[in-house]
């Protein structure tokens, strides 16, 4: 099935209106959410002299931010919800790009790291070729890639409010290294469970 015009407008308007909705309580609740494991594996990676340059894709509130720039790197921040860029700028004091993820608009060649942390699963699957294009082109030469999305059997469509593509370890690769990046590791979550227990697929990409 592909989508149409409309079909993705609809797609960015009802699930940025969720999280734009919710915003509050989201929040909240995952303001405790512990994702050292997934920092501690974009930074391991980056290359060259700190600080770094990071865009935290897909920001929400700003947690994440906040972590980076307490490390002494700099972060800049874009989420496709208006009230997540206004929490992220206010909470982090970072910059933040309020951006529709399926119409992007990033320099080129800007940052050593993407940490794209429960995010990229919104985007639909014949989207994806085109984003990735966009984010590896926004990375600098050996830049490096962070993404954790829901594991699934590589269907997708609506959860309520929701859009959601939910890809296997396989299709996710494809995906990567058509878009022109190298797998440097994957890894499943929450760390220490048995698989069927583990929802999320997290993995580290080079910029080829």
Not at 94 to 118: K, T
Request: aromatic fraction near 10%.
């Amino acid at each position: 099935m592909t989508l149409k015009a409309q079909d993705l407008r609809a797609i960015s308007t009802v699930t940025v209106g969720h999280y734009n909705e919710v915003a509050d309580d989201f929040r909240e609740g995952t303001r405790d959410h512990d994702v050292s494991q997934n920092i501690a594996a974009l930074l391991r990676h980056l290359q060259g002299p700190a600080p770094w340059h990071i865009l935290d894709f897909g920001c929400g509130p700003g947690r994440d931010l906040r972590t980076f720039t307490q490390a002494g790197h700099i972060a800049v921040g874009l989420d496709g919800s208006e009230r997540f860029a206004a929490m992220a700028r206010q909470d982090s004091g970072c910059e933040v790009w309020q951006q529709d993820f399926l119409a992007l608009d990033l320099p080129s060649q800007r940052f050593d790291g993407i940490f794209a942390n429960a995010v990229l699963f919104h985007i639909p699957t014949q989207e994806v070729p085109r984003v990735l294009r966009q984010l590896h082109a926004t990375l600098k030469p050996g830049g490096v890639l962070f993404s954790s999305n829901p594991r699934g059997d590589n269907h997708e469509g609506w959860n309520g409010s929701r859009y959601g593509a939910y890809h296997d370890l396989d299709n996710w690769r494809r995906l990567l290294t058509g878009a022109g990046f190298d797998e440097l590791e994957h890894y499943y979550r929450p760390a220490g469970l048995p698989r069927e227990q583990q929802p999320w697929l997290a993995s580290v990409w080079r910029k080829r």
